[in-house]
């Protein structure tokens, strides 16, 4: 991952937005959206190889891959929900932000269920 990259757009970006924000606060929180933006595809592009070896570990560990597939899901809707309610409270919109926030974790509580039932009925297996 070109670390040293993804710092320099978010360094300039931020210095770019600072300055805008004086006289045209409209144009800074464009400015800091779009390196947002270019910051999350960035790091999007190297999580196939994540995938790939978390994949790689779950066979190895003989687990579900639909196991997987939902970790990995509440980690994606963990990062994105983070994106969007950093850039609601860059637009002054904090109430907006902890809705935003609240419906994320909502979704994350929903996708757990299945896992959380797996692993009491494990649990209760497991007891005589």
């Known amino acids: ?3 040293l990259q993804m710092v320099g757009i978010g360094l300039t970006a931020t210095t770019l937005a600072a300055l805008l924000r004086q006289r045209a606060p409209q144009f800074a929180m ?3 959206f779009l390196a947002g933006t270019v910051l999350l595809l960035m ?13 790689q ?13 939902t ?12 994106f969007a309610a950093q850039v609601a409270r860059d637009a002054q919109e904090g109430a907006l932000a902890g809705r935003i926030e609240l419906a994320g974790k909502v979704g994350i ?3 757990a269920i299945p896992i959380v039932t797996d692993v009491i ?5 497991l007891l005589p």
């Open 43 to 55: 790091v999007l592009q190297h999580m196939a190889s994540v995938v790939q070896m978390l994949t």
């Open 71 to 82: 970790v990995l899901r509440i980690i994606g809707i963990a990062y994105i929900v983070e």
């Open 109 to 111: 509580v929903i996708l």
């Open 30 to 32: 464009m400015v800091a």
């Open 57 to 69: 570990l779950a066979d190895a560990a003989k687990l579900d891959h639909g196991f997987l597939a």
């Open 1 to 3: 991952m070109h670390i």
């Open 121 to 125: 009925q494990a649990l209760v297996h």
